[in-house]
């Protein structure tokens, strides 16, 4: 099951032919496997991962810190189930160190976030602070080069 996982999450786009290739067993065997993954949650959804800069999207990103008083008998659980239904935000981690909470928020402009920041997270009960960070450019995700790696023509010297 690990092998098909660690297969689906480098190319979620194999067909069950080319994964029963590579494990050595049939396709209805993967696409039972799959079946009974996607059954039980452990596989949650696909998804592409897509250099923005070549789109026409005009989408803002931001990470935004959050510190959080943690609600008797159901910890940051609550608060996160609460903050996660908003369409704005894209993903919801419960962190260690310095905050407790890392959101990834997408919206349409630098005002929108700020205002999602100032007028719902900041207002809502148990929030202690934000701090704000813009995504300016992506490199790289899931392991995956988002621009095309420049060759250079100088040779190394060691």
């Not at 407790?100 to 928020?105: C, F, I, P, S, Y």
């Amino acid at each position: 099951m690990n092998d098909l996982l660690n297969l689906l999450k480098e190319n979620a786009r194999l067909t069950n032919v080319q994964l029963a290739d590579m494990l050595g067993t049939t396709e209805q065997d993967v696409a039972a496997q799959i079946a009974a993954l996607e059954k039980k949650g452990v596989i949650r959804g696909y998804t592409a991962i897509i250099n923005e800069e070549l789109t026409e999207s005009s989408e803002v990103e931001a990470l935004i810190e959050l510190r959080v008083t943690p609600k008797r008998d159901f910890g940051f659980d609550d608060i996160a189930r609460t903050i996660m239904m908003y369409d704005e935000v894209e993903s919801v981690l419960l962190m260690s160190g310095a905050y407790d909470l890392a959101l990834t928020v997408k919206s349409n402009s630098l005002k929108d976030v700020a205002m999602f920041v100032s007028q719902r997270l900041s207002a809502m009960e148990g929030v202690l602070s934000t701090a704000t960070h813009f995504v300016l450019k992506r490199y790289k995700e899931k392991g995956i080069f988002i621009e095309d790696e420049e060759q250079d023509e100088r040779s190394m010297i060691w």
